[in-house]
């Protein structure tokens, strides 16, 4: 009954028209991670070169140094990191979609945020390029006031959240939103999806998930109607699942009530102790596992990060400063899985055993996830000799990823 209904999904006539054709062609495409929004393991050099170990998110790298020193780093990095010849290669690579984190502070920067703005002319690049090559672009809030979830990629580094405990931070976020909305309102052929929020930490309990709850809702008016009227946009609405499983948002912005909207889950199995003990068998199995569930759930499910890695090897991956749980270096463990020589950093220090259990490790994700409605690797790149293992861009140079992501070797991986 379920599969049915999540069939009869993808032919309903919608009075809106997505951008693309979501629920008939899957979503293929690449984040632009550690870009607009800096990650210390995708960049760690501009980390390691402010000479300051407390530098450890974009909120510190504002802080801690000269501003005009601060603005320079970033403006070179912004210029330099991504141009058109990446969204030319994403296009060339076969895919269809990328999705761009940007942080709040790209739009305003409340009193007493250290935040650097600047990015908003390279959103527009973004949007320009992406035009150029033929590909959709999701605009992703990566970042919200107070932070959503504590990670340094939402911009601050803390240990519990605080956007969702003060409701000017959720107001300032709909504002964005709201921004974004009239910005892209009439342009949907190329800018599909606005995401309202990146990763809000559900696990955190009822609080943080009964303020996402009530903010979705709230984005879906502010996504749909930008034009101060009953005039609907053709912008499709995506949501994140907030860590929790599909099932828990059932009935949430469902058709016919609402229409046009996207769910974003992400699938990472490195992330915890149990995880980074997992065979290579046991990794594969556990993205297969996740089929049905992305198949059955009434809105067009796309898993909008994911990786090929399989320990968390990366530099600064948990934090600066931070070791990894793979070879019992991370301060929540001292369980030691093994060295983590060999399972990060430069692609020429891989094993070619370990790259073919990237490639199958990949194509058993791609498989799994086009059983929804398609997937988004975390990350088109990094810095050269950095956590290669997540680089799309890496796989395609060392042969883990195909040139054309319909090319399997193991097309029957999940059974
Ligand atoms: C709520 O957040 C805003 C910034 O978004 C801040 O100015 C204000 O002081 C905060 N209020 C409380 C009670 O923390
Ligand atoms: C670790 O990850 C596994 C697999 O994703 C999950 O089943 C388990 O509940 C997680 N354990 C903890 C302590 O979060």
Not at 71 to 79: E, F, G, M, P, V
Not at 179 to 185: L, R
Request: aromatic residues 14%; proline residues 6%; hydrophobic residues 35%.
């Amino acid at each position: 009954m379920r599969a049915l209904f999540g069939l009869s999904l993808l032919s309903v006539a919608f009075a809106i028209r997505p951008g693309f054709p979501y629920g008939s062609t899957k979503v293929r495409g690449v984040n632009l991670g550690g870009w607009l929004v800096l990650e210390p393991w995708i960049t760690p050099s501009i980390f390691d070169n402010t000479g300051d170990p407390n530098i450890v998110d974009e909120w510190t790298f504002g802080e801690r140094q000269p501003k005009e020193i601060a603005k320079a780093t970033l403006t070179k990095h912004w210029d330099t990191f991504i141009t058109e010849a990446d969204f030319a290669a994403i296009k060339a690579a076969g895919l269809n979609h990328v999705r761009l984190p940007i942080g709040y502070w790209a739009f305003e920067v409340g009193p007493g945020e250290p935040y650097i703005s600047g990015q908003l002319p390279y959103l527009s690049k973004a949007i320009q390029w992406a035009t150029n090559q033929g590909l959709k672009l999701i605009i992703d809030l990566h970042g919200a006031p107070g932070s959503q979830n504590g990670y340094d990629n939402s911009g601050r580094r803390i240990p519990y959240p605080t956007w969702h405990t003060n409701n000017t931070n959720v107001q300032r976020t709909s504002n964005v939103i709201k921004t974004i909305a009239n910005m892209v309102k009439d342009n949907t052929a190329n800018v599909p999806i606005i995401e309202a929020l990146n990763e809000p930490a559900g696990y955190f309990g009822p609080d943080v998930l009964a303020v996402t709850r009530q903010y979705w809702y709230d984005s879906f008016g502010n996504v749909r109607y930008p034009y101060g009227s009953s005039r609907q946009s053709d912008t499709v609405l995506m949501i994140h699942d907030a860590f929790q499983p599909l099932s828990y948002w059932n009935g949430v912005l469902t058709y016919p009530a609402y229409e046009g909207v996207a769910m974003d889950t992400h699938i990472y199995t490195i992330f915890n102790v149990t995880e980074v003990q997992m065979s290579q068998q046991e990794h594969i199995n556990l993205v297969c596992s996740k089929r049905n569930s992305l198949a059955t759930f009434n809105l067009w499910t796309i898993v909008g990060e994911w990786t090929p890695a399989m320990t968390d090897c990366a530099k600064y991956i948990n934090g600066r400063g931070r070791g990894a749980r793979y070879d019992g270096t991370h301060p929540d463990t001292s369980t030691r899985v093994g060295s983590c020589n060999g399972w990060s950093g430069s692609a020429s220090t891989f094993s070619s055993s370990y790259k073919t259990f990237l490639r199958k490790f990949w194509e058993a994700q791609v498989s799994s996830y086009e059983q929804g409605q398609g997937w988004i690797q975390w990350t088109w790149k990094t810095e050269a000799g950095a956590a290669e293992e997540w680089s799309y861009k890496s796989g395609l140079a060392n042969g883990w990823i195909p040139s054309d992501p319909a090319n399997r070797i193991y097309p029957n991986v999940c059974g």
